[in-house]
């Protein structure tokens, strides 16, 4: 068996976790570093098919004071829950409090004893950036986590802080049917499409009501775009999700009526993501001054269009699960 850990006098980490990379349709974070550490234990799924299964392919929350944490998976409706569920392990979320060194002190020890074992560990907020790394190993000098991040491309970062959440991997048991896990993942899509809200997100229908709400108030009110980062955010998780959404579906088209339809409609939804956020939207780099009335109004334009999409797919989704639920 091929030894997975490095040690030496100085560190110990996982050599076979790869770097987590950009714009490879695989920017959902805390997802990809998830499919990471599964895939480490001897797993085989994929990004999509794990985005599918807990239902995070199919997730809209929004926030109407923009903050970017709408797009987490664990913010609102938490997926992680599925997640484990889905793939038969037993997991805990662990949080800490940074200014308390006893919380930090414990959570180094869990690390080592992690690491050890050979489990890479998802975690929140090692860049200082509010976004989901993870954790490959630990320096043995000192406190310090060997990190995989977005923000890097090289082997390893040193984290810049203690993470403020962990998932620690537990036992693995028995997974549910590949059926029942399936239908399971339509139901959650259909809830966090038709709930309103949860924690403070607008969710699913609602949360594209209440963003072309916010855009619509800033082209009438002549307001500043300050916020338009958040915006950018907010889009690149949705297209990263219905991308994922598509992919997820042509794996279980054999199983459903009206999969066509629904793959179709998806599809056309990423396409006007990608033709909205590549020729008309400014960039992450852009000014304020760059979001126009104009620019605002196109896309309202086109989230309304993918609103309506979204209605017809939740009713087409809500078809396959009563008719399975018929058999």
Excluded at 206 to 225: C, D, H, S
Excluded at 235 to 256: E, G
Aim: aromatic share 10%.
């Amino acid at each position: 068996m091929k030894e997975i850990l490095a040690k030496s006098a100085e560190k110990v980490f996982i050599t076979t976790i790869p770097p987590i990379k950009f714009g490879e349709d695989q920017d959902n974070a805390f997802i990809k570093a998830c499919n990471l550490m599964f895939n480490s234990q001897g797993n085989n799924y994929t990004y999509e098919y794990l985005m599918g299964i807990c239902g995070a392919a199919f997730k809209l929350h929004f926030d109407p004071h923009w903050c970017p944490s709408s797009v987490d998976p664990t913010t609102g409706y938490d997926v992680s829950n599925d997640l484990l569920r889905a793939t038969g392990y037993k997991g805990e979320m662990h949080r800490i409090d940074h200014n308390n060194p006893d919380d930090i002190n414990d959570l180094f020890s869990r690390i080592k004893i992690q690491i050890d074992r050979g489990i890479p560990i998802p975690a929140l907020n090692i860049n200082l950036d509010m976004e989901w790394g993870l954790i490959i190993g630990y320096s043995k000098k000192e406190p310090a986590i060997l990190c995989h991040s977005y923000s890097e491309n090289n082997t390893y970062i040193l984290a810049e802080r203690a993470p403020w959440v962990t998932l620690f991997l537990g036992e693995h048991h028995q997974i549910p049917a590949k059926d029942e896990l399936f239908h399971n993942s339509l139901r959650i899509a259909s809830n966090i499409t038709r709930t309103e809200q949860y924690d403070g997100y607008k969710s699913g229908l609602k949360a594209f009501e209440a963003w072309i709400a916010k855009l619509t108030e800033l082209v009438e009110t002549k307001t500043r775009f300050m916020d338009f980062e958040a915006n950018l955010v907010i889009l690149n998780s949705l297209l990263d999700s219905r991308n994922a959404a598509v992919r997820y579906l042509l794996s279980f088209n054999y199983k459903m009526l009206n999969g066509n339809d629904l793959i179709n409609n998806y599809r056309e939804e990423v396409l006007l993501l990608k033709d909205m956020l590549v020729n008309i939207l400014p960039d992450y780099n852009s000014k304020e001054k760059a979001w126009t009335k104009a620019v605002l109004n196109k896309q309202i334009e086109i989230l309304n269009i993918i609103y309506y999409l979204e209605k017809e797919n939740i009713e087409l989704i809500e078809e396959e699960i009563e008719s399975y639920q018929e058999l």
